[in-house]
């Protein structure tokens, strides 16, 4: 008995002694069951945010992305690349089905009507609504884990190499997850009238046919070759303009709050940022988009289709491209392709940070 009760006693100042480190260890487990409920919170909005910011941006775009397609798929010359390469004999003898931004959009809007401008769309929300979903909830995890806090606020302060890799990495896994609905995009953005495909379901039927099931992942590899420096660049260049916003509106305000940044501020930092990464990236996006229409029915109006296997890599493509076509066939579409991506950048990025905004304080 007095052993027993000994062994008691023990035990019972044992504990004592430990008391400080077991109420340390369920406060810790209070605050992580505490916190995953705000983790979910947080996943749902930056990812609901991130859908809607795609959407409206996407569909804004559509009628810039469809031209810009045009341009990229088509192997005769444009205006642009007959004036880099001199070569008026060779443009003469192969006539194009588009020569310039302008004559492109009246052609469209006068065989195809206002919504030809919005072909390929559906596809283009199903693809650009779980990217860009994907792609801020994976950027902010990574900023998360990177800062050591999961408020926006205090990932500004970050460094400007660990935004571009954030959102490099955030880019893969978006591409990965969205790609076949890109695929399909492109497809029906590039045909005109009459039609190849009349719906979705016959290009996805198409592709399965004549490819198989890897085909509705053709043109993977130069894509996310594309999308490391492209989103990589995008958010990079995005936080770095950001943060000379602030500093700026630090400097010539004396308001204590220098994290406010005005809607339109945000609008010119990803007007900026999409010119800047879009510029660099271009020629791999035409890359990307050979790829991605190879070996598929074109109508002879449009002008020749690129044959299956017309391309053995990524830099056999730009072999090719730059021997037929001359440098500036790497940049097919790039006034469409910028202007386009200057708007698309800010109306996303704005529309995230608003709607990212809103739903935090309608959560609160």
Same mark, same amino acid.
């Given at each position: 008995?007095?052993?027993?009760?000994?062994?008691?006693?023990?035990?019972?100042?044992?504990?004592?002694?430990?008391?400080?480190?077991?109420?340390?260890?369920k406060?810790?487990?209070?605050?992580?069951?505490?916190?995953?409920?705000?983790?979910?919170?947080?996943?749902?909005?930056?990812?609901?945010?991130?859908?809607?910011?795609?959407?409206?941006?996407?569909?804004?775009?559509?009628?810039?992305d469809?031209?810009?397609? !045009?341009?990229?798929?088509? #192997?005769?010359?444009?205006? @642009?690349? $007959? +004036?880099?390469?001199?070569?008026?004999? &060779?443009?003469?003898?192969?006539?194009?089905?588009?020569?310039?931004?302008?004559?492109?959009?009246?052609?469209?809007?006068?065989?195809?009507?206002?919504?030809?401008?919005?072909?390929?769309?559906?596809?283009?929300l199903?693809?650009?609504?779980?990217?860009?979903?994907?792609?801020?909830?994976?950027?902010?995890?990574?900023?998360?884990?990177?800062?050591?806090?999961?408020?926006?606020?205090?990932?500004?302060?970050?460094?400007?190499?660990?935004?571009?890799v954030?959102?490099?990495?955030?880019?893969?896994?978006?591409?990965?997850?969205?790609?076949p609905?890109?695929?399909?995009?492109?497809?029906?953005?590039s045909?005109?009238?009459?039609?190849?495909?009349?719906?979705?379901?016959?290009?996805?039927?198409?592709?399965?046919?004549? !490819?198989?099931?890897?085909g #509705?992942?053709?043109?993977? @590899?130069? $894509? +996310?070759?594309?999308?490391?420096?492209? &989103?990589g660049?995008?958010?990079?260049?995005?936080?770095?303009?950001?943060?000379?916003?602030?500093?700026?509106?630090?400097?010539?305000?004396?308001?204590?709050?220098?994290?406010n940044?005005?809607?339109?501020?945000?609008?010119?930092?990803?007007?900026?940022?999409?010119?800047?990464?879009?510029?660099?990236?271009?020629?791999?996006?035409?890359?990307?988009?050979?790829f991605?229409?190879?070996?598929?029915?074109?109508?002879?109006?449009?002008?020749?289709?690129?044959?299956?296997?017309?391309?053995?890599?990524?830099?056999?493509?730009?072999?090719?491209?730059?021997?037929?076509?001359?440098?500036?066939?790497?940049?097919?579409?790039?006034?469409?392709?910028?202007?386009?991506?200057?708007?698309?950048?800010?109306?996303?990025?704005?529309?995230?940070?608003?709607?990212?905004?809103?739903?935090?304080? @309608?959560?609160?």
């Amino acid at each position: 008995l007095f052993i027993s009760l000994s062994l008691s006693l023990v035990s019972n100042v044992g504990s004592l002694l430990h008391l400080p480190e077991v109420v340390a260890l369920k406060r810790r487990r209070l605050s992580a069951a505490m916190e995953e409920p705000s983790k979910l919170k947080r996943a749902l909005i930056d990812s609901s945010a991130g859908a809607i910011s795609g959407g409206i941006s996407r569909t804004v775009t559509s009628p810039l992305d469809v031209i810009k397609i !045009r341009f990229q798929v088509q #192997l005769e010359p444009t205006s @642009s690349w $007959t +004036l880099l390469r001199k070569d008026l004999a &060779a443009a003469a003898s192969a006539p194009s089905k588009y020569t310039g931004m302008f004559q492109a959009t009246k052609d469209i809007l006068r065989e195809e009507g206002v919504q030809g401008f919005w072909r390929g769309n559906v596809p283009a929300l199903l693809m650009v609504m779980p990217y860009t979903a994907i792609q801020f909830t994976v950027l902010h995890k990574l900023k998360t884990f990177v800062s050591g806090s999961s408020k926006t606020e205090n990932h500004i302060n970050l460094s400007p190499y660990l935004s571009y890799v954030s959102g490099a990495l955030a880019g893969c896994a978006a591409t990965v997850g969205s790609y076949p609905f890109d695929l399909l995009r492109t497809i029906l953005a590039s045909q005109g009238e009459p039609k190849v495909y009349p719906t979705m379901r016959s290009a996805f039927i198409d592709i399965v046919r004549t !490819r198989g099931f890897q085909g #509705l992942y053709s043109g993977l @590899s130069p $894509t +996310l070759v594309e999308i490391i420096p492209y &989103a990589g660049l995008q958010f990079g260049t995005y936080d770095t303009f950001k943060r000379w916003a602030m500093a700026l509106n630090h400097r010539f305000s004396n308001a204590a709050a220098e994290d406010n940044i005005s809607s339109f501020q945000l609008f010119l930092c990803g007007l900026a940022a999409g010119t800047c990464a879009k510029l660099v990236c271009h020629p791999l996006d035409v890359v990307k988009k050979r790829f991605q229409i190879e070996g598929l029915q074109r109508h002879p109006r449009y002008g020749a289709r690129v044959e299956h296997r017309a391309y053995r890599n990524m830099f056999d493509a730009m072999q090719r491209i730059m021997r037929l076509e001359g440098w500036a066939g790497l940049y097919k579409g790039i006034i469409p392709s910028t202007v386009k991506a200057a708007p698309a950048g800010a109306v996303t990025f704005v529309a995230y940070e608003l709607t990212s905004d809103w739903l935090e304080s @309608s959560f609160s």
